[in-house]
């Protein structure tokens, strides 16, 4: 079985790690990650949540372990992590996988399903001279695991990213100049508003000596660079802290900018995929960066991915049933989610008036990890009972009503994800 994963973000290694390890006595499993790119990126931060350790403990445990030593514990029990150790982490055990070959800096063109034996598949591998390489190869299955602005979900012609209309800058620092040492003694970190939304700043300084990351978000597209994203902080010493990290940035992090999208899911639509084609990660269900929960659901993905292909392999079920399966299982839990964490979002980038506070059973249910039950609780958020009580009829698919007016729990939290690439 040859299956080809397009994206070697967190998504397509977790994945292609998981199934590697799955069918390890299966020799004649090939698993090729395609990326378009290659590994240099370090994006900024990544949130580990509860649910995301769970898969993690399922897909590779050692690195489970490894990046609880170098995240910072959050109060949610999350970890807070540099991205790219993430992604380093995963990359070194994908190498050492058996059956597992990556390419970098190649993209898929096209995907041909006929509808019969196989899947193919045109690359353009492109040179460090700029010569390209075409080559079409046949594949017996095609995993989307390349980002919000995934390639392989246009190929399929699923509705392309919606734009959240929040610019976001992001950077790393590794030694920080003298005047800005005190950046260190912030506990974890911390959220500063400006006029247009957030400014971000997480010191792991206690597991990586002086190491900083940052976030700068707008929802004002005017917005040209993160200095002016800063206007509106209102803390004198907090305007000073964020324009010395700026500044003490390289170039490139302060020029480069992406705008936040979400992929949404809803009914007409569905997931996604088609034939031997589905999709994983943020090409699936990208969400609102709030509680740091979209690594987590790719890493749950990864998981139940690897069970319904391994299932297909000892049955006769047909793959494209075992896609379609896998599917169906994500979609409610993932379009819950995704809901949840753009009401969140609005709320903590000061557009709602309100905040949303998660009820224990949704806490517990978003937490549970790949085998959570396939429906959420009832209640969502605290006041959802009041409003049940009082005979208010609480439907929570079609409620976007504010429900509860407490302040969002731990402001860290918040924007743990305004992460990767
Ligand atoms: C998978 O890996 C094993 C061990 O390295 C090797 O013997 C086998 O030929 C590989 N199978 C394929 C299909 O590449
Ligand atoms: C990939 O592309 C980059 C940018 O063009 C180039 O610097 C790098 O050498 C390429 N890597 C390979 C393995 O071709
Ligand atoms: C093009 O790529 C294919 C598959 O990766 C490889 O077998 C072939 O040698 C490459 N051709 C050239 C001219 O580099
Ligand atoms: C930062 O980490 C270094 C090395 O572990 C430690 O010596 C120093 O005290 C830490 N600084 C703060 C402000 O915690």
């Known amino acids: 079985m040859k299956i080809c994963i397009v994206g070697g973000g967190l998504a397509g290694l977790a994945f292609a790690v998981s199934l ?139 509705p392309p990213a919606v734009s959240s209309h929040t610019k976001c800058w992001r950077g790393a620092l590794n030694d920080l100049p003298p005047h800005l040492s005190h950046v260190l003694d912030i506990p974890t970190g911390k959220m500063i508003k400006t006029e247009s939304g957030l400014f971000g700043i997480f010191n792991f300084n206690t597991s990586m000596a002086g190491f900083v990351s940052w976030v700068a978000t707008s929802k004002n597209l005017d917005v040209m660079t993160p200095f002016e994203a800063l206007e509106g902080i209102e803390d004198s010493n907090d305007l000073t802290l964020a324009q010395g990290l700026l500044e003490a940035s390289t170039q490139q992090e302060r020029e480069f900018f992406t705008t ?88 903590g980038y000061g557009t709602a008036a309100k905040s949303f506070k998660w009820t224990p059973e949704y806490e517990k249910w978003v937490f549970a990890g790949p085998d959570a039950d396939l429906k959420p609780p009832l209640n969502m958020y605290v006041g959802d009972e009041e409003n049940v009580a009082e005979g208010g009829a609480v439907k929570r698919e079609t409620n976007h009503r504010v429900l509860a007016a407490r302040p969002t729990s731990s402001s860290i939290s918040l924007s743990s994800s305004l992460s990767s690439s």
């Open 260 to 347: 936040l999208s979400t992929i949404p899911l809803n009914m007409e639509t569905g997931w996604g995929g088609k034939g031997r084609i589905t999709l994983i990660g943020d090409a699936a269900h990208a969400l609102r960066p709030a509680s740091g929960l979209g690594g987590s659901l790719a890493f749950e993905d990864a998981v139940l991915l690897t069970r319904a292909i391994t299932k297909h392999m000892d049955s006769d079920e047909s793959i494209d049933a075992a896609l379609r399966e896998f599917e169906s299982l994500r979609f409610v839990r993932c379009q819950t989610i995704l809901e949840d964490q753009t009401r969140i979002a609005e709320s």
């Open 20 to 158: 590697s390890k799955a069918v390890a006595e299966d020799r004649d499993v090939e698993i090729s990650v395609v990326e378009q790119r290659d590994f240099s990126s370090r994006g900024a931060t990544f949130g580990l949540a509860l649910n995301g350790q769970v898969a993690l403990q399922d897909i590779c445990p050692s690195l489970l372990e490894e990046l609880k030593n170098i995240g910072i514990l959050l109060p949610t029990g999350g970890y807070m992590l540099p991205w790219y150790c993430v992604r380093d982490g995963l990359l070194e055990h994908a190498r050492r996988c058996q059956n597992v070959t990556i390419f970098t800096n190649t993209s898929v063109v096209s995907a041909t399903d006929k509808g019969v034996d196989d899947i193919l598949v045109t690359l353009e591998e492109t040179s460090a001279d700029g010569t390209v390489n075409t080559t079409t190869v046949k594949m017996d299955l095609l995993i989307g695991a390349d980002g919000v602005h995934s390639s392989v979900r246009s190929l399929v012609g699923a």
